[in-house]
């Protein structure tokens, strides 16, 4: 008997161990066979000579419904149903939450279950569903529909991937700007830097006077690699992190003991207190409503520093990436500009109706995103005289960048990224010292790189 | 003893065995398969071995999440017993809003996961400040304010308490029914041989529940070696790798980082791993019951 209880005993412990892994993969079959009908749908339906053929376009997107690029698309999509053909549907699915949604569609693709449209950056998984043909290339659609001389040249460039290759398509042209609060700085007496000792010299200022000097969200790894790019940038280009990445340069090096010694003294002194556990919203709330004095964000989020005429907010400046010393290799005109993350089609979903549809939506995207949603679409508006100062000056910068600073998070491999991102947490809250986070990182991108970089 | 030769009880239990193979067995066969491949998914699966499980004797974050784990079970086991224990004595001891109090006693354990790490993450935060805090600070105690869930030495130890404060009812619950299930007639005796309340418990209630207190023991073991979902909403392992669970670990290492050799090689270390210390629980409760 005590012989079957303790087989009994045993039994029960896989059981319940089971169920943790079946959980992990179970959860995702409801949505895609969805997604998978929808695009048989939109083949199928062959009948009917006359008209536009049905097409019903399933989008998983990572932005927010409320974002301005999937306003302006659902509003368009609206109008091509109305418009031209009633057998439209655009039906978007928003996952918000990064990690979740990249999590989603990692375990997606795995499955061969992907959506018609689905969100991505150029990263190296990606490429790998790229090279493998389950994505449209979308330099070919923007030539058929003649769109590729309107986009700006950064909404362009940044989806290609290393080779070159296009296969995401844009919606928005971003800039990244520290963005401060008017009044905190005059209480403290500072001004806007233009070096990085400058910047850390009125985050002590504004310290010293009981003011927290920047908010920083640690819930996603990001916001913390911009401030580990910064230095690097600056000093090497682009270049240090596309020898990091592949293990031919080391973080050890100069420029990567430099920006883990950045992030450490931040981190440790002038990022808003529990900074690691606080999410987007956190960190961008403190920064809106006057606790903390500068905040770095890009200009998808600008719609909370203008008022109603798309005016920048007296109360709020903002200044571009500082520089950090004679010898940097970049241009102060040079900072962090993107397009956001791209939306990438499925091969076998693409066919002559979703063309007609992006042709309405690209000829149709970019007064619409900036003269009603607010945002700066990836394809050039026209500039109306009466466009709002900020806009002028951002859409400015945008046209001016000649080299974009690369992100981590996007050039890094997923495993080594996973890492980077944990490390980098432990570095600014002081529990690694600059050589062991730096030890560490080398020790990842040996044993990762070489399985996606060949 | 001809019963054992039969065919008959086997029949009976041939559904149950192959629902339970299929939904069991055979996927912790598929993640051993796994786990001796590398594999991001979409590419090609290349074979390499053990080099999987070889990687995970020098993985400094599976190390950390490892001994992470061993001071989760053993601190979330050692609350949930107590807490879960008392509560029960209370329950048993009392006459009156008995149901009453068992239900206020229960509702953690129905709230979702989810929930009760965002409640707890609202409440231990401290910009926008939380009621942890508020109160901290409105009884003079403005020392010990901190951002609870960044501080990489207190994450741990919070993330262990949320998950036994969601659970213990649970196991309240079993002791209270175990304490119920006991004869009125042995207590009665108990009494009239003199014993107090405190005797009571430490001579004929507690012994008698024996059993069933071990059992819940294993439950808990096991329970608190896969947990999961409280640390992976709460703190995401972080600050850090200072509230990673092997668990946790796991699953990012198969979804985030798209390893699923890597991942499917830890999963199968955490199968093991539970049989060992369930089998070693049971050699130790057998022995212990032998000699009593």
């Known amino acids: ?454 | 003893m001809t019963s054992n030769k039969r065919i008959e009880p086997w029949l009976f239990v041939l559904p149950a065995l192959l629902v339970f193979l299929f939904t069991v067995i055979v996927p912790i066969i598929w993640s051993f398969t796994y786990s001796l491949y590398e594999w991001n998914g979409i590419g090609d699966k290349r074979f390499i071995g053990i080099d999987n499980y070889t990687r995970m004797l020098t993985d400094n974050v599976f190390i950390t999440s490892f001994k992470n784990n061993l001071i989760f079970t053993g601190l979330g086991t050692v609350v949930q017993i107590v807490i879960g224990m008392t509560m029960a004595v209370i329950l048993t001891s009392i006459t009156k809003f008995r149901n009453f109090i068992k239900v206020i006693y229960f509702i953690p354990c129905v709230i979702s996961s989810m929930a009760i790490s965002q409640i707890f993450s609202k409440m231990l935060s401290i910009n926008p400040e939380g009621v942890v805090n508020a109160t901290l600070g409105a009884v003079g105690l403005d020392s010990l304010k901190a951002a609870f869930l960044s501080d990489p030495n207190l994450t741990l130890i919070i993330v262990t308490l949320v998950d036994a404060y969601k659970f213990c009812a649970i196991y309240m619950v079993i002791y209270y029914a175990a304490f119920l299930a006991i004869s009125n007639d042995i207590i009665e005796a108990s009494v009239i041989d003199g014993c107090n309340w405190w005797q009571q418990y430490i001579y004929m209630r507690f012994p008698l529940i024996k059993g069933i207190f071990f059992i819940t023991v294993v439950m808990l073991v096991s329970g608190t070696l896969k947990g999961f979902d409280v640390p992976y909403i709460l703190t995401n392992g972080g600050p850090g790798a200072s509230s990673e669970l092997v668990s946790t670990y796991m699953y990012k290492v198969a979804f985030n980082s798209v390893n699923y050799g890597y991942g499917s090689a830890i999963a199968v270390f955490l199968v093991i791993e539970c049989l060992l210390i369930v089998t070693l629980i049971r050699k130790l409760i057998s022995k212990v019951d032998v000699e009593a």
């Open chain 1, 1 to 454: 008997m005590k012989k079957m209880n303790k087989f009994f005993a045993i039994l029960l412990c896989i059981g319940m161990l089971a169920s943790i892994i079946s959980a992990c993969a179970g959860g995702n079959n409801n949505e895609t066979t969805g997604a998978s009908s929808n695009a048989q749908g939109g083949q199928q339906q062959e009948g009917g000579s006359d008209g536009p053929q049905p097409l019903k376009i399933h989008y998983l997107t990572s932005k927010l419904l409320s974002d301005g690029a999937v306003q302006t698309i659902m509003d368009l999509a609206e109008q091509y149903k109305q418009q031209v053909n009633p057998n439209f549907e655009l039906e978007v699915e928003s996952i918000s939450d990064r990690p979740a949604y990249l999590q989603k569609i990692k375990i997606l693709a795995s499955a061969n279950e992907l959506p018609d449209w689905f969100d991505a950056d150029p990263e190296p998984f990606f490429e790998g569903i790229a090279e493998k043909g389950l994505v449209v290339n979308i330099d070919d659609v923007y030539k058929e529909i003649g769109v590729t001389d309107k986009f700006f040249k950064v909404s362009i460039d940044y989806p290609r991937l290393d080779d070159g290759s296009l296969y995401l398509m844009t919606w928005n042209a971003n800039a990244e700007y520290f963005w401060y609060n008017k009044e905190l700085f005059e209480q403290a007496g500072v001004s806007a830097p233009t070096t990085f000792d400058e910047f850390l010299a009125i985050s002590e200022t504004l310290k010293s006077k009981g003011i927290t000097p920047i908010s920083v969200h640690g819930k996603d790894f990001w916001p913390l690699l911009r401030y580990m790019a910064f230095i690097p940038f600056r000093m090497e280009g682009n270049d240090y992190l596309d020898k990091l990445r592949k293990g031919e340069a080391k973080m050890a090096d100069p420029a990567g003991m430099k920006a883990a010694e950045f992030i450490q003294k931040l981190g440790q002194n002038y990022f808003n207190e529990g900074w690691s556990n606080a999410d987007y919203n956190t960190s961008l709330e403190l920064f809106l409503s006057g606790k903390t004095a500068m905040y770095y964000i890009g200009t998808w989020q600008v719609k909370d520093m203008i008022d109603e005429n798309m005016n920048l907010k007296e109360n709020f400046g903002y200044f571009k990436m500082p520089q950090y010393s004679a010898s940097d290799k970049t241009k102060v005109s040079d900072f962090f500009a993107n397009s956001g993350i791209g939306t990438a089609i499925r091969q076998d979903a693409y066919n002559e109706e979703m063309k007609n549809f992006l042709q309405f939506l690209f000829d149709n995207y970019a007064d619409t995103a900036l003269y009603k949603y607010h945002v700066i679409p990836s394809v050039q508006p026209t500039i109306k005289d009466d466009l709002s100062q900020i806009y002028k000056d951002m859409l400015k910068d945008i046209s001016e960048v000649e080299t974009y600073t690369k992100v981590w998070d996007v050039r890094l491999d997923p495993e080594t990224n996973e890492s980077i991102g944990r490390e980098s947490t432990n570095l600014a809250l002081g529990l690694s010292t600059p050589e062991e986070f730096a030890k560490r990182m080398d020790d990842a991108i040996a044993q990762n790189a070489p399985k996606y970089f060949k």
